[in-house]
């Protein structure tokens, strides 16, 4: 007998709950018969971590598709969490862990080059995940929250949305770190990524997502839905493949790989050297008669537009060759009686310093120290770090027909930065940067990757130079040319060099998209949130029933 009060007026609704024994109910009847078994996720988290290590570029093993199974795993953590608090736990160890295994190479950096001892440097992949885990612990906790509220169809269009708003907020906040967006898992297949044309890397991602929680669901429905947004990626991407490119003309190019090591990089007695070094490969390439040659980023370690036997050096080659010349090198200015150093990209003609793009993104920690001019503290223990400021011009740099759209080392992760280039009327993008700083680890493979999804979302041609690798041309399919392997002096001369300046319809519908989709989610979750299911309503979700 139920005791009086309020527990025992909760007697008839529990039985208006209890599942029958046909229909999707069924299913909460088989979970709730394992749910006094004691949770055990960490299986399901270290699968979740291997799928993304597998997913994306690695030293050991690639399989792109198995980047499916992370949202699958995250799914199936929230279904089994006893609690949202759980949810989020469990969402955040498999995210941190993921993160830390894909981003293992950071600690090459900041022991080669930060000087700090391994026991130091070798946390910093794992500080890094722990950040980063916070977004599919959202994610995960999300799903649980709505999870009761929501049909199998439903739950996967809330993650996909979920998880195209969680990658946009990660490429934004705290200065913003979109590295491991899941659709660059399938850059390796240009016919597979050609959705990005139409919809942009984050959405694409939450259409993975989504593809993955409909796998985890119950029932046949969810699964088929999997299906066929699979079929139709698979259909699509060759069509879209053939199709014929809106060049409206078509230029050579070189792009000049150094391969200057950084230990002697800055080194003053090895200025002469490095130059003599980039000539001849430069030399060897003006065969193909280019109409520009892309050095990467700091490849000049002096400022050019201070007088100079190396500044007149570079000017001079200039002029002896014709050659349009876009470059790395530190820049400067005195505006207002403060001296201002750029991370700058120089376009040298037969004319001298025509004009020059400065980077506008910088790298936290490793160009700036964020809050540094607040916190003399802070400036004082990151006295290492460089003092660059921030670009503020985003004009392409223009030479004869070509309108380049300069994207300056990690600027290729990001989305908006493309599009914005493109915007202001690019016709072709380069990308310019200095990988040496990771070494023979996957980082370099990532950041290639990266950058072939911003060719395809933007319909542009992407000329890439970089000092140690990968240098190549990314077409706006996604396909790419003139690849160089790893810390070898290379010259990459490529032909065929599509001029565009038709949009891609992600292009026309930037940031349309993504607030939609972050709209969207919100929406559905505040209603869920804010709902209960309606007496003898079951939730085909939860395996447990333990309150939030």
Same mark, same amino acid.
Request: net charge positive; aromatic share 10%; charged share 15%.
């Given at each position: 007998?139920?005791?009086?009060g ?5 007697g ?39 799928a993304?290590?597998?997913?994306f570029?690695n ?19 929230a279904?089994?969490?006893?609690s949202?608090?759980?949810?989020l ?9 993921a ?13 080669d ?5 391994w ?9 890094m ?7 599919p612990?959202?994610?995960c ?17 809330f993650a ?17 770190f ?10 390796p =297949?240009? #016919? ?6 139409l919809?942009? $890397?984050? &959405?694409?991602?939450g *259409?993975? %997502? @989504?593809? +993955?929680? =409909?796998? #985890? ?8 839905? $999997?299906? &066929?947004?699979v079929? *139709?990626? %698979? @259909?699509? +991407?060759? =069509? ?12 050579? &190019? ?8 950084q ?7 090895s ?7 980039y000539?001849?490969l ?14 990467p ?17 570079v ?8 050659v349009?010349?876009v ?26 310093l025509?004009s ?30 460089g ?9 392409p740099?223009?030479?004869g ?18 599009q914005?280039r ?26 290639l ?13 992407l000329?890439r130079a ?25 010259a990459?001369?490529v ?19 993504e ?7 919100l ?12 007496d003898g309503?079951?939730?085909t979700?939860?395996?447990c029933?333990?309150?939030?």
């Amino acid at each position: 007998m139920s005791p009086p009060g309020p527990a025992g007026r909760e007697g008839p609704a529990r039985q208006a709950r209890q599942p029958s024994q046909h229909g999707p109910a069924s299913m909460t009847a088989l979970f709730r018969s394992v749910s006094h078994r004691p949770p055990a996720p960490w299986g399901l988290i270290l699968l979740g971590a291997l799928a993304s290590f597998l997913g994306f570029a690695n030293p050991l093993l690639r399989v792109p598709p198995a980047i499916l199974a992370w949202p699958l795993v995250l799914a199936l953590l929230a279904r089994r969490a006893p609690s949202g608090r759980a949810a989020l736990y469990h969402g955040w160890l498999c995210g941190a862990l993921a993160a830390s295994a894909s981003l293992y190479w950071i600690a090459l950096p900041v022991h080669d080059y930060g000087y700090l001892p391994w026991v130091l440097a070798v946390p910093c992949p794992l500080l890094m995940g722990a950040v980063l885990g916070g977004y599919p612990a959202l994610f995960c906790w999300a799903l649980r929250t709505v999870g009761g509220r929501f049909g199998p169809l439903a739950l996967g269009l809330f993650a996909g949305l979920a998880w195209t708003g969680l990658e946009t907020a990660r490429g934004w906040l705290f200065s913003g770190f979109p590295w491991l967006q899941l659709a660059g898992a399938f850059a390796p =297949w240009p #016919a597979a990524i050609q959705g990005l044309a139409l919809m942009g $890397a984050y &959405a694409f991602s939450g *259409l993975v %997502a @989504a593809c +993955g929680v =409909w796998l #985890a669901g119950p029932g046949w429905r969810p699964r088929l839905a $999997a299906c &066929a947004v699979v079929g *139709l990626a %698979a @259909a699509y +991407g060759p =069509w879209a493949l053939e199709r014929p490119l809106p060049e409206e003309g078509r230029f050579a &190019a070189a792009m000049i790989q150094g391969n200057v090591d950084q230990a002697r990089k800055w080194d003053e007695e090895s200025l002469g050297r490095t130059l003599g070094e980039y000539e001849t490969l430069t030399r060897s390439v003006l065969g193909t008669r280019p109409e520009v040659v892309l050095w990467p980023e700091t490849a000049l370690t002096f400022f050019p537009e201070e007088p100079s036997p190396q500044s007149d050096r570079v000017l001079r080659f200039a002029r002896e060759t014709g050659v349009p010349l876009v470059t790395g090198a530190p820049g400067f200015d005195r505006a207002r009686g403060k001296l201002r150093i750029y991370n700058r990209a120089f376009l040298i003609t037969d004319k001298g310093l025509e004009s020059h793009y400065d980077k506008e993104h910088l790298v936290p920690f490793g160009e700036y120290a964020p809050f540094g001019e607040d916190i003399p503290l802070l400036s004082s223990l990151l006295q290492g770090v460089g003092g660059f400021t921030p670009g503020r011009t985003t004009a392409p740099l223009r030479s004869g027909r070509l309108a380049m759209g300069m994207l300056i080392c990690y600027e290729s992760i990001f989305p908006e930065l493309a599009q914005e280039r493109v915007a202001n009327g690019a016709n072709v993008l380069v990308n310019i940067s200095n990988d040496a700083w990771f070494g023979r680890s996957a980082a370099p493979r990532q950041h290639l990757e990266l950058a072939t999804l911003r060719a395809v979302e933007q319909g542009r041609y992407l000329l890439r130079a970089t000092n140690t690798g990968y240098t190549a041309l990314l077409d706006p399919r996604g396909r790419v040319s003139g690849e160089t392997a790893l810390f070898q002096e290379a010259a990459a001369a490529v032909s065929g060099v599509g001029l565009i300046t038709a949009t891609t319809l992600y292009h026309r519908l930037y940031g349309l998209i993504e607030g939609a989709a972050l709209a969207a989610a919100l929406v559905m979750l505040v209603w869920a949130m804010v709902t209960r299911p309606r007496d003898g309503q079951t939730s085909t979700w939860h395996c447990c029933n333990t309150p939030n």
